[in-house]
């Protein structure tokens, strides 16, 4: 939306928290309400869709900090206004054939006013913050997923100019297109001050747009597609460029922040590039030694060889069958032993344990310990 419309919205509201509220408990609150109100969680659910765009509209503007403060500002300034005031975006007016910018002459309030006749510059679109949950070979490998994001944009209807169609707004003819009225204060002191008439706007719209109600912006959803690299990891933060809210009068798009989310896997594990996985072995395979298959990820098991006497937790390595690296590689495989003591024996078992024990005769395997604490 745009900054001249903030001042009519309760954003802390819309996300239930309070005005002084931490940027981590405010991306906490918008995380959760996204989640329960996105469109392909609630499909045919138009309260739920208008839902959450409502809280990507409040999000989108608290989670800035630079916005943040130019909201609170405006509220402060427009607290006595309730309504929804009019408001636009760029182009060419009726009235003295001057060109006006309706969506940042408000802006104008804080970062210095423009005068008549000067065009304003384009105004990059919003960054946005949105959530992807992917698996765990989609993380190994990378992956391409469709991603639907809801922002604003030009209202389709009035085409950003917050007049309803077959009007234009006006120049206000208190301020003159300024947004700014000059006053006295007991006769001594001269105070700029927002224009009562255009409430800072420099144009006046007489016939809103019904669509937008006279903002000129309006939420749209779109689909795109987002490359996930190979790698990444869970809570990983992905700024994609470009791929954010629209610019304005020409300015760039925002960016895209992509928090990703991986799915455990059964039997799988992640250490840096390399993949892990812990095997059982019998204990006479760890004694004796053997050959054992040992599955991978996505492709064909690998035989390791365990050689004799290998104890429990021992990590072997099999090359190459890892995640995929950024220079096109792979990593590897760690294969960690897990030693297998049976919980219960079979007349065989028990007569042959009984015979190693007997073979092993008195040799206690804790005679170390108690020469060092000798």
């Not at 989609?138 to 639907?148: I, M």
């Not at 019998?282 to 060889?305: C, N, W, Y």
């Not at 009984?354 to 804790?366: K, Q, V, Y």
Request: glycine content about 16%; proline content about 6%.
């Amino acid at each position: 939306m745009s900054a001249s419309d903030w001042s009519s919205k309760d954003f802390y509201a819309t996300l239930g928290v309070s005005k002084d509220a931490s940027q981590a408990d405010i991306k906490k609150a918008y995380r959760t309400l996204a989640r329960d109100n996105h469109p392909d969680s609630n499909p045919g659910n138009k309260a739920a869709e208008d839902r959450f765009k409502e809280v990507s509209e409040a999000y989108a503007v608290l989670s800035n900090a630079e916005k943040r403060k130019e909201y609170d500002e405006q509220r402060t300034l427009f607290g006595q206004f309730r309504g929804r005031p009019p408001g636009g975006g760029p182009g060419p007016w009726a009235g003295d054939g001057t060109e006006f910018d309706l969506g940042d002459l408000l802006g104008g309030i804080f970062g210095g006013g423009r005068g008549r006749g000067r065009s304003a510059p384009g105004r990059r679109g919003d960054d946005i913050e949105t959530e992807a949950t992917i698996t765990f070979q989609q993380a190994v490998d990378g992956a391409t997923l469709p991603l639907r994001m809801t922002s604003d944009e030009a209202c389709g209807t009035c085409h950003g100019t917050g007049a309803k169609p077959g009007t234009v707004p006006k120049v206000c003819s208190k301020c003159q297109g300024s947004g700014m009225q000059t006053g006295t204060s007991g006769g001594v002191f001269a105070m700029t001050e927002p224009c009562s008439q255009c409430r800072g706007r420099g144009m006046v719209v007489e016939h809103p747009c019904e669509t937008c109600r006279g903002s000129g912006r309006s939420p749209a959803s779109r689909t795109m597609q987002v490359r996930v690299p190979a790698g990444v990891k869970d809570g990983q933060r992905i700024r994609l460029k470009g791929k954010g809210g629209r610019g304005e009068r020409g300015g760039p798009d925002g960016d895209l922040y992509l928090v990703v989310h991986v799915e455990s896997h059964s039997l799988f594990g992640r250490k840096g590039r390399n993949l892990t996985i812990t095997v059982p072995v019998a204990f006479d395979e760890a004694a004796l030694g053997a050959q054992i298959q040992v599955p991978t990820l996505d492709g064909p098991s690998v035989r390791l060889k365990i050689p004799a006497g290998t104890p429990n937790g021992r990590t072997f390595r099999a090359k190459g069958k890892g995640g995929v690296t950024a220079s096109g590689g792979r990593g590897d495989l760690l294969v960690t032993v897990d030693v297998q003591v049976p919980t219960e024996l079979s007349p065989q078992e028990r007569t042959a344990v009984e015979a190693l024990r007997e073979a092993r005769g008195s040799t206690d395997p804790r005679a170390s310990l108690t020469e060092q604490v000798g």
